[in-house]
């Protein structure tokens, strides 16, 4: 069946640091692939998604891009801020369903 | 336009209860579907359904059931609630079943 691993956390980061976060997964035929983040005691919400190999997603000035031939999906931000903390699910939607990974917990200090 | 809402936000039920949570779409989205996420965890697929039909289903027990309306709002039951129930249940819907999915805040179930 379809499955997404992702980078273990908890990932602690200073202000404008680099932030990368590994996403690789197994899934049978065009998976969309995408990055929800969650705020403390809020739902999910879609943070960049890519839809076909070699699409590159982009919002809010982070980035990933969809690699077919290592079936990856890596997140990626230059420069992170304190309002950058959060928890970070790399996902794929086959069919009808999303499967998730476990989760990155970010947390940026000042 | 509003965003997918659930009610309620939260809600304590006693083992072997029965639990209704509710899920109203964005307007215009035909697809609503399930997803439980346990402290810790990513989400797991309940179920789906599009058009008020079930379209997919998760692995989940028979205790585990919902229906969708034909104002595409939906409801999911549980019965029999178990300790292991206790998660936050998120409704997600999108325009047809195959498109991005948007989430609404989610329900916190603590089952005691």
């Known amino acids: 069946g379809d499955s997404v691993t992702q980078m273990e956390g908890p990932v602690t980061l200073s202000e404008e640091a680099f932030l990368t976060i590994n996403c690789t997964y197994t899934a049978t035929g065009y998976p969309s692939l995408f990055w929800y983040v969650q705020y403390p005691g809020e739902g999910l919400q879609l943070l960049l998604k890519a839809t076909k190999a070699d699409d590159k997603g982009s919002n809010k000035g982070f980035e990933a891009t969809y690699r077919k031939e290592t079936t990856s999906f890596h997140l990626e931000k230059g420069s992170v801020q304190v309002s950058d903390s959060a928890v970070y699910f790399c996902a794929l939607s086959n069919d009808y369903k999303l499967s998730f990974g476990a989760g990155t917990t970010v947390t940026v200090r000042a | 336009d509003a965003g997918v809402t659930q009610s309620p936000t939260h809600l304590i039920k006693t083992r072997g209860q029965h639990v209704t949570l509710r899920c109203s779409p964005i307007s215009g989205h035909k697809s609503v579907s399930w997803y439980q996420q346990v402290l810790g965890q990513g989400p797991q697929f309940i179920f789906q359904?599009?058009?008020?039909?079930?379209?997919g289903r998760g692995n989940f027990p028979d205790r585990f059931s919902a229906r969708q309306f034909p104002n595409y709002s939906s409801e999911l039951n549980v019965n029999a609630l178990l300790l292991g129930d206790s998660a936050l249940y998120l409704c997600a819907s999108s325009r047809i079943d195959r498109d991005e999915a948007f989430f609404g805040q989610g329900t916190r179930l603590t089952v005691v």
């Open positions: 359904y599009y058009e008020k039909e079930e379209r």
